[in-house]
């Protein structure tokens, strides 16, 4: 709910010294207006996404729930394509920076996010799939990658908005 976002982040603000940064859930319809409402109430950034669920696994031999709590929410990279999404409806409705967030394991993952519009992009799960040199080795895929399309970050940020009107 825009109207409520608003409320909540206007009334933070008011009591916070330090930039506040916004996690929005991908379960909103309107991903882009609830940004747009956090941005008007003093938002210094957006953070997209956060978990997808809750989902649950069951262990098949234990005839059980897998996670303690039965359920959890799902992360990793089946949930990059909403990342992508929603990164993409909210750089229309706001001019804050976004951290893009959600599946991102690769250079090329981290390359998309940017151009939906992501100013930063967050790594979470893809340190349990690749260990904890995915930072640096996400950063060489990039690089690798800017150097092969002769190009800069402030090149292809939101280049997938150009020329799109949908």
């Not at 409806?89 to 976004?98: G, M, W």
Request: hydrophobic share 45%; with cysteine; net charge negative.
């Amino acid at each position: 709910n825009p109207q409520s976002s608003h409320d909540v982040v206007a009334a933070v603000k008011k009591v916070i010294n330090v930039p506040l940064i916004v996690k929005l859930t991908p379960q909103a319809l309107n991903i882009g207006d609830i940004a747009k409402a956090c941005e008007d109430a003093g938002a210094d950034a957006i953070c997209a996404i956060n978990t997808l669920g809750p989902g649950m696994v069951i262990d098949i031999e234990a005839k059980m729930p897998v996670l303690s709590f039965k359920k959890g929410g799902l992360s990793g990279p089946m949930i990059k394509p909403v990342a992508i999404r929603c990164v993409f409806d909210i750089y229309k409705a706001v001019d804050i920076p976004i951290i893009g967030l959600g599946g991102i394991t690769t250079g090329e993952d981290a390359i998309e996010m940017i151009m939906a519009g992501a100013s930063l992009v967050g790594i979470g799960s893809a340190v349990r799939y690749r260990g904890i040199d995915v930072f640096q080795t996400v950063s060489d895929e990039m690089e690798a990658w800017f150097l092969d399309h002769h190009c800069s970050l402030d090149d292809i940020k939101g280049a997938a908005h150009e020329g799109n009107q949908s």
